[in-house]
């Protein structure tokens, strides 16, 4: 069965600490690797991770791909209360199928 | 401007009662799909599209129907059956190519219990 799985489930962190979410997967035909941030609305696109080994970059928000070992990690520095979100890690396969985590829920606090 | 149109925002249902979320999209996407999101947790999916007049069950399509007569549309009746309709609903789209950005998502529609 196609799965991914997050880690922590939920952060609290203060302002200006460093956080890494960590996301697993198991899915067949893999095609690339999606984090998302979500607020109150709709997730907003982060990054789109296809490669292994090659960082993504974002001001204070990066990620990286291990394909061998099936999983990516988001890592956020110097955090700011608006980085306050539910973190979504997705699997998009050849089959335009999308298989997401349960998300980590992190609260920076001031 | 290119986008997802989830409507209603907010919608209220009785007992017993039949209702549908709209979902229309102008981006000229072949793929559609449908979220159920609950308090604190990701996102689970109900139904796809990938093309016209076709559609495949998610993980939790039990209580739901959709229907897929327009490319553009892609709308989801939450039945009598389906028991525990409170949640977040999303819809969402995407292209079967190569592209920067995978699926687009609409803002979402709020479902509660009367």
């Known amino acids: 069965e196609d799965k991914v799985v997050q880690s922590p489930l939920s952060l609290v962190v203060h302002e200006g600490d460093t956080v890494t979410l960590n996301c697993s997967y198991e899915?067949?035909?893999?095609?690339?690797l999606l984090w998302y941030k979500q607020e109150k609305k709709a997730p907003t696109f982060l990054f789109m991770l296809?490669?292994?080994?090659i960082e993504k970059k974002s001001g204070r928000l990066s990620s990286i791909l291990d394909k061998k070992e099936l999983f990516s990690i988001l890592n956020i520095t110097a955090t700011q209360t608006g980085d306050s979100a539910i973190y979504l890690c997705?699997?998009?396969?050849?089959?335009?199928?999308?298989?997401f985590g349960t998300g980590t829920s992190l609260t920076v606090i001031p | 401007d290119g986008g997802i149109t989830q409507s209603p925002k907010y919608l209220f249902r009785k007992e017993g009662q039949n209702v549908t979320l709209s979902c229309e999209q102008n981006?000229?996407?072949?793929?559609m799909y449908w979220y159920r999101q609950d308090p604190g947790q990701g996102l689970r999916l109900i139904y796809y599209?990938?093309?016209?007049?076709?559609?495949q069950k998610g993980d939790i399509a039990e209580g739901y129907s959709v229907s897929r007569e327009k490319k553009e549309s892609f709308p989801l009746t939450v039945t009598s059956a389906q028991k525990n309709p409170t949640a977040f609903y999303l819809c969402?789209?995407?292209?079967?190519?190569?592209?920067?950005?995978?699926?687009?998502f609409g803002d979402g529609t709020r479902l509660s219990i009367l």
């Open positions: 969402a789209s995407s292209m079967r190519g190569q592209g920067l950005q995978p699926q687009h």
């Open positions: 899915v067949t035909n893999f095609r690339s």
């Open positions: 296809t490669s292994s080994g």
């Open positions: 997705a699997v998009w396969n050849t089959g335009n199928q999308f298989y």
């Open positions: 981006l000229n996407h072949d793929a």
């Open positions: 599209s990938q093309i016209v007049n076709d559609f």
